[in-house]
């Protein structure tokens, strides 16, 4: 599942690419009106497919910035602005291209869910093998209330403090520290890939009580997470699965990953074990972490 960093990674390939650009037509996938049909809302959320591409027809793309994890575009029609937001899910990926034909891979060009048509004659793609990616167009967020519950940006200088309020609160001090990282209403754009990672580089066992770790270890914990993650940003994000930036290429962070999906710790070379916290797999090492 895409992460923040490559969230990050497709916000800035994507921008100067399609920021300045009038959208002539928009067409969704069979596969989506089908769902609507059924009364399902595969990827387009709210709105009924044809709205929805009547509504994009003629909007141009005034911004294109990141969220947490959400992908946020700011559209204008008429002298009227609004919002389009998108999360990738599972298998979300963007292309711009001048044809279908220029997307290499197959497994993208088979699922192409949403077309754009640009009136500078290129075609802007969201491809979503799983399905679990999402559209919502909206006038601003406060139409979508769970966009405003989002913890600061992770690198904003009000996020250490918001996170260490957070773990006070009896809601997350008898959880554990990994279920607590992740919720992206503690800190945001935090996921399986870069909790682990933190955890491991500060040494804390991924199930122990957030209120039984030192205010010190929550700082550097905090820390770690913010380094790992624009570490990641720099290196355009981990392919773990079929996460690709908007050039189909992969990004290079999961030659750096030290504990998530290892076998073995770097550091002690015991073995790692593995434990569902969350309702996500956790990797740690039973020795390096407390
Ligand atoms: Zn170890």
Redesign the pocket.
Known sequence: MPELPEVEGVVRALSPKIVGKVISRASLSETIYQSHQLGKQCIVKNMEPAAFEMALSGMEIKRVHRRAKYIFMDLEKDGNPFLLVNHLGMTGAWFVVQKEEDILEEKFKKHIHARFSLTTGELLIFSDIRRFGEFRLLHTIDEHPPLLQIAPEPFNQNALNYFLAKCELPKYANKPIKEVIMDGQVISGCGNIYATEALFHVGIHPARKTGRISKERKIALFEAIQKVLLESIEMGGSTISDYRNINGEAGGMQHRLKMYGKKI?P????NTKTMTIGGRTSVY?P???H
């Open positions: 710790c550091n002690c070379s015991a090492c020795k390096c972490q």
